[in-house]
């Protein structure tokens, strides 16, 4: 693991700190032009999942974010769509109603109100710029990966021409079995992969989850690069435990970076950790880490 400088450490957690003790940290008004925004190398477009910050608010979380340099907040529900665009920011991936983590594609009695959901959020998604939607494929409950794999690649073919027709992409979120969300099918990089070979749209891709997929394979960096042309997002988390993105977790965070971008990968990696301290001076330091 890549030390942060003791110097860069107490200047992230000094900047944090200043930002949240200010008098319009938690008031959602506009950033004023003392506090310029931190200049990112870019080639990290770096967003932070909404759900892991239950204390703030969407305009919290977005004047923070685009304060520190992040381009995007993740996983908004289509009434915060918009919320983003307020700050200079992106909604870069939004919930669609598309199945949930133990009923999702892979059954085909959920594929009508899957391709229901995605039709009434589309619209939505489409106005506010909104470039990925996410879905699941489901617990196995006792259906074997290969038929469900049959089953996913139905359902993305049933919805595939309209996620091209509006220029945005769903998103099937691999995740683990073996902590988080036992059963859960897309728990493997090589399932998904294969059923976006057969889908085989530039509209239909893989949320690679980090934090995830480090607890059910490893070897990181060598996956990503064989199977980037199927992933669409990535999230991270500190393996174990899905917190910081610290020296106290497994995963060298500016490395997998690295590999991301020598892929020439252009979509959004974000944050979805949950922090143990100060929220601000934990996301402060996992976009330093990971601005490669």
């Not at 991270?236 to 899905?242: C, Q, S």
């Amino acid at each position: 693991m890549a030390l942060v400088s003791r110097r860069a450490m107490l200047q992230s957690g000094l900047a944090a700190a200043a930002f949240a003790a200010s008098p319009s940290s938690s008031s959602g008004q506009k950033v004023e032009d003392k506090d310029a925004p931190i200049v990112r190398k870019g080639r990290i477009r770096q967003s932070v999942c909404k759900g892991p910050y239950p204390g703030l608010t969407v305009d919290e979380l977005c004047r923070y974010g685009a304060h520190i340099g992040l381009k995007g907040i993740d996983l908004l529900q289509p009434a915060d769509f918009e919320v983003p665009k307020k700050y200079g920011l992106t909604c870069a991936m939004g919930y669609a109603g598309a199945g949930t983590i133990k009923d999702g594609l892979n059954r085909i009695e959920n594929h009508a109100p899957i391709e229901a959901a995605l039709r009434q959020t589309i619209p939505l998604a489409v106005k506010a710029g909104v470039p990925n939607l996410i879905t699941f494929s489901g617990n196995r409950n006792g259906m074997s990966d290969e038929e469900g794999a049959k089953n996913t690649i139905i359902g993305l073919n049933r919805v595939k021409h309209m996620m091209e027709d509006a220029n945005i992409t769903l998103c099937l979120e691999l995740l683990n079995s073996k902590v988080n969300h036992k059963d859960y099918m897309a728990d493997h990089t090589e399932w998904g992969a294969q059923v976006m070979e057969q889908v085989n749209s530039p509209s239909c891709k893989l949320l690679y989850d980090i934090y995830h997929m480090q607890i059910m394979e490893g070897d990181l960096i060598a996956t990503i690069t064989k199977n980037i042309k199927w992933i669409g997002h990535f999230h991270t988390g500190g393996v174990p435990g899905r917190n910081d993105l610290n020296d106290m977790q497994e995963v060298q965070w500016d490395g997998v970076m690295r590999g991301i971008a020598a892929t020439g990968f252009n979509g959004y990696v974000a944050h979805e950790f949950k922090p143990l301290g100060d929220p601000y001076a934990a996301l402060l330091q996992a976009v330093n880490r990971c601005d490669v």
